[in-house]
């Protein structure tokens, strides 16, 4: 069968390199030439548009930041709902119930399956084939792209067939992503500012009850050495805040500690910008502190 990726960008590009590593051939579309220029040079094809790539691929895979540029590619004048050849629709992003079924109503009028399989590592796992695959849909359309989900990560799991259940899924795990953030990068100002060596507060969280994704990866590899380049925004993860608390009142769920982490990245965004790397919450929470954590690295 022939594979599509739409969206090549910071998770994309890697996802869709792997499946090029796995030998199978692709097509790519994105609005940006630059992000798509490293697959194409790998021999991947090139469909001018999401109808384009929905007339020539079975399987599209899409990979896009935003319900709005999702929305775009699927019910745009070149969407993929124009597309005669494809079969099975793969979605990686975070979108939520309500949107995955907006998504699946639409694809089924066109005799399209959706495979929901949103992902979780960020940039580094996509770069590494270490993703979190999480998965739900028609049991024989898994099957069928089984093949091509199993190269992003080695953790591929089936959450059911129940529509929206992948997704359900991936907002419990970004909203503990968030929260781990926040309260992190509060403790590491506490500590240092009270006079801790960070490298000796990472050693000893990180072996202990405290440890967390803040803590084992993004303030190795993007705070210590005062970078603050992980290579995900705030935006994306504010999507994924309010969907997880809109998840949780839908079903009835109080979401209090949920609600406090967004109004710390609201408070972020508005003193910053929405594009700003997701470890800058460090330096908000700095300046209001009015101390700075030391370089280490």
């Known amino acids: 069968m022939q594979a599509g990726f739409l969206g090549v960008g910071m998770m994309g590009q890697p996802m869709a390199g792997k499946l090029l590593d796995g030998g199978h051939s692709l097509l790519v579309h994105d609005i940006s030439e630059t992000a798509m220029r490293p ?3 790998r021999r991947a094809g090139r469909a001018t548009s999401p109808r384009d790539m929905a007339e020539r691929c079975d399987i599209v895979i899409v990979s896009l930041p935003t319900l709005d540029a999702f929305r775009t590619v699927v019910f745009g004048p070149d ?6 050849a494809l079969k099975i629709l793969v979605n990686t992003c975070t979108v939520g119930t309500r949107f995955l079924r907006e998504i699946e109503t639409a694809m089924a009028a066109r005799g399209v399956t959706v495979v929901d399989s949103p992902i979780s590592g960020g940039p580094s796992g996509a770069a590494s084939g270490t993703l ?16 091509l989900l199993s190269l992003w990560g080695p953790t591929l799991t089936v959450a059911g067939d129940r529509p929206g259940a992948a997704q359900v899924l991936k907002l419990t795990n970004n909203i503990l992503c968030a929260v781990a953030i926040a309260a992190s990068s509060e ?3 506490m500590g240092a500012k009270a006079g801790l060596d960070p490298e000796v ?20 590899k993007a705070v210590l050495d005062r970078s603050f380049h992980y290579g995900a925004a705030l935006h994306i993860l504010m999507k994924d805040i309010d969907l997880a608390i809109e998840q949780g009142e839908e079903l009835g769920v109080p979401m209090w500690v949920c609600q406090s982490v967004r109004l710390l990245f609201k408070h972020a ?3 910053g910008s929405p594009r700003d790397d997701l470890t800058t919450m460090v330096q908000f929470v700095e300046r209001s502190a009015g101390f700075e954590i030391p370089k280490t690295r």
């Open 79 to 84: 969407g993929l709902l124009q597309g005669a």
């Open 187 to 189: 403790a590491f100002v």
């Open 132 to 147: 979190s695959v999480m998965v739900s849909g028609d049991p024989a359309a898994i099957e069928a792209v089984r093949p």
């Open 201 to 220: 507060m990472l050693r000893a969280i990180n072996a202990g009850t405290g440890s967390n994704t803040a803590t084992q990866t993004m303030f190795p």
């Open 269 to 271: 965004i508005f003193a």
């Open 39 to 41: 697959l194409l040079d």
